[in-house]
Antibody, heavy 120, light 106 residues
Framework: QVQLLQSGAEVKKPGASVKVSCKAS????????FTWVRQAPGQGLERMGW????????NYEQKFQGRVTMTTDTSTSTAYMELRSLISDDTAVYYC?????????????WGQGTLVTVSS | EIVMTQSPATLSVSPGERATLSCRAS??????LAWYQQKPGQAPRLLIY???TRATGIPARFSGSGSGTEFTLTISSLQSEDFAVYYC????????FGQGTKVEIK
């Protein structure tokens, strides 16, 4: 079964870092790109950036430049998103979603989401 | 950056009626436009890509149209399970989401 399974909820203090994982199963990992999207409580979808699995090329939204790092581990078919210097406004559900690189970056499959709460 | 603007913000529709949602791009995105459905507590789900192609398993009552800067998602006869928030996303130049349209029961 094709699916993306994300890591569990996190509670972090301001200034800390969080690393969310997204494990893919049921398909060829390397042909895909992974977009990370977050959704603050009651708000819309906000793109953070993407990483292409086969060559690890990344593209980050300017808003997150310098604070986010996206990586992949092809040996375990897992994508990671690390966000540093957390503030309360980073409280959100973080989603990974995949697209087939070279076929249009619409997001065909989504993870279940990971709630990250930033609170002192 | 391409800005996507959806209208209306909220659409009140009775079950069985037609719903028409709009999405406008700040510059042409050709047909590189997708629509997603999100229900409370769930991840978004792909409905339409290429402006008009239904994703696997999506019922025929969902249809998309448009190209360039103006796009429409139509739900021909709303079912109870269709009340949700709908987002458009352009993928002609990186990716950008609209702010969403909530379809609620009238």
């Amino acid at each position: 079964q094709v699916q993306l399974l994300q890591s569990g909820a996190e509670v972090k203090k301001p200034g800390a870092s969080v690393k969310v994982s997204c494990k893919a199963s049921g398909y060829t990992f390397s042909i895909y790109g992974f977009t990370w999207v977050r959704q603050a409580p009651g708000q819309g979808l906000e793109r953070m950036g993407w990483i292409i699995a086969y060559n690890a090329n990344t593209n980050y939204e300017q808003k997150f430049q310098g604070r986010v790092t996206m990586t992949t581990d092809t040996s375990t078919s897992t994508a990671y998103m690390e966000l540093r210097s957390l503030i309360s406004d980073d409280t959100a559900v973080y989603y990974c979603a995949t697209f087939i690189y070279g076929s249009g970056s619409y997001l065909t499959l989504w993870g279940q989401g990971t709630l990250v709460t930033v609170s002192s | 950056e391409i800005v996507m603007t959806q209208s209306p913000a909220t659409l009140s529709v009775s079950p069985g009626e037609r719903a028409t949602l709009s999405c406008r791009a700040s510059q042409s995105v050709s047909s590189n436009l997708a629509w997603y459905q999100q229900k409370p507590g769930q991840a978004p789900r792909l409905l339409i890509y290429g402006a008009s192609t239904r994703a696997t398993g999506i019922p025929a009552r969902f249809s998309g149209s448009g190209s360039g800067t103006e796009f429409t998602l139509t739900i021909s006869s709303l079912q109870s399970e269709d009340f949700a928030v709908y987002y458009c996303q352009q993928y002609n130049n990186w990716q950008t989401f609209g702010q969403g349209t909530k379809v609620e029961i009238k």
